[in-house]
């Protein structure tokens, strides 16, 4: 080899360690970066707000724990292996190699699972129902939405729910589609929308404040959108919330810009999906919208609700969220600021 070759070779060499240290460089730092920004946002199982979710969070801290002494005791025996000197390892290593094997290798980890397990089923206990709920709630899952039922108060809402502070809630979980998952990382544990069947979960929210609940089951396109606020208040704020909510929309608005937007719901395909309760519009396949303007998100948490996002959803509703139920809209200006400020008067 001459010296040219030899110079290019090491020069190809050195070129190559340094696209891979900069290729490792750049992986840690969007690994860093994906960890840090999904911390961020996302509610975390191990912030419990309710009895629930702090035995679960319990669970995680144990498990947790156990699992980083069996890793830290397995790598100090693999480093021992590794490093011994070669007349210990000629001299049979660690006493006789059958009895570590069989007390190292079975006895304790099968009393480490059989403790776990028995630790886990304990902890089972956090899905059975309380005898006496404050509050009953039923959710019907939809892809890619959830439809809100209350029982004892008659009255259907979409995507939002409210509950009392520190009071059980009984939800009863059922779809309308395919299997979806109610899940509320900061209050309780996963349960499934099953077609057909009803499930329960309960959760108690020991704090106000809004707490984000997530479809856990893969159901489709948008499933990553499918979102549920559960609105955590005093009773009073409860109650007055549910006061609005079984209250029917004005069947005739007095405004002549409201009279007009409600024609054009009435005249177009919005009445055969959607329900305003009070009027003729009584479609059952998208959400309901008696009290559209007074919920906090468009889309199943997905949008802030604001005149912005609702008149883009209402003209293309499938550039917002692709796949979904709802057809574009074809309004001009005038119409389409009419229908808007019609569903915003639906407090
Ligand atoms: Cu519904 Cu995933």
Redesign the pocket.
């Known amino acids: 080899m001459s010296a040219t070759e030899m110079n290019s070779c090491q020069g190809s060499s050195a070129r190559h360690v340094v696209h891979r240290s900069r290729f490792r460089l750049t992986f840690g730092l969007l690994a860093i970066n994906l960890c840090l920004s999904s911390c961020s946002n996302a509610p975390s199982v191990l912030e419990p707000r309710g009895p629930a979710a702090a035995q679960l969070a319990q669970l995680w801290w144990v498990l947790f724990t156990i699992a980083t002494i069996v890793f830290v005791i397995v790598l100090a025996l693999l480093g021992y292996g590794l490093f011994r000197s070669r007349r210990q390892a000629g001299n049979g290593g660690i006493g006789n190699g059958r009895w570590f094997v069989g007390i190292g290798g079975a006895l304790i980890p099968a009393l480490v699972l059989v403790g776990v397990m028995v630790y886990t089923v304990g902890i089972q206990s956090v899905l059975s129902t309380p005898a006496d709920p404050a509050l009953t709630i039923q959710l019907i ?1 939809h ?2 939405w959830w439809e809100v039922y209350y029982p004892d108060q008659s009255f259907t809402t979409a995507n939002e729910v409210h509950i009392p502070v520190g009071q059980p809630i009984l939800f009863k979980l059922t779809s309308a589609d395919v299997i ?2 109610f899940w509320v990382p900061q209050l309780q544990a996963k349960m499934d929308l099953l077609p057909g069947q009803t499930n329960t979960t309960w959760l108690t929210a020991d704090q106000p404040g809004v707490y984000l609940a997530e ?1 856990a ?3 489709g396109l948008q ?1 990553a959108h ?1 979102r549920l606020l559960i609105v955590a208040e005093a009773q009073e704020r409860v109650d007055a919330w549910v006061a609005n909510e079984k209250k029917a929309a004005v069947t005739v608005p007095t405004d002549p810009v409201l009279v007009q937007g409600q024609q054009i719901f009435f005249g177009s395909a919005c009445v055969y999906c959607h329900t305003i309760r009070g009027t003729v519009a009584s479609g059952q396949i998208g959400p309901d919208l008696t009290h559209i303007a007074s919920r906090r998100t468009l889309g199943s948490g997905m949008f802030e609700n604001n005149t912005g996002y609702l008149s883009g959803w209402i003209v293309n509703a499938q550039a917002l969220k692709p796949g979904n139920k709802m057809p574009p809209m074809y309004l001009n200006a005038d119409s389409l600021h009419a229908l808007v400020a019609y569903l915003q008067s639906l407090q």
Do not use: I
């Open positions: 899952g892809q890619w979806h998952s479809c089951e893969y159901c499933h499918m």
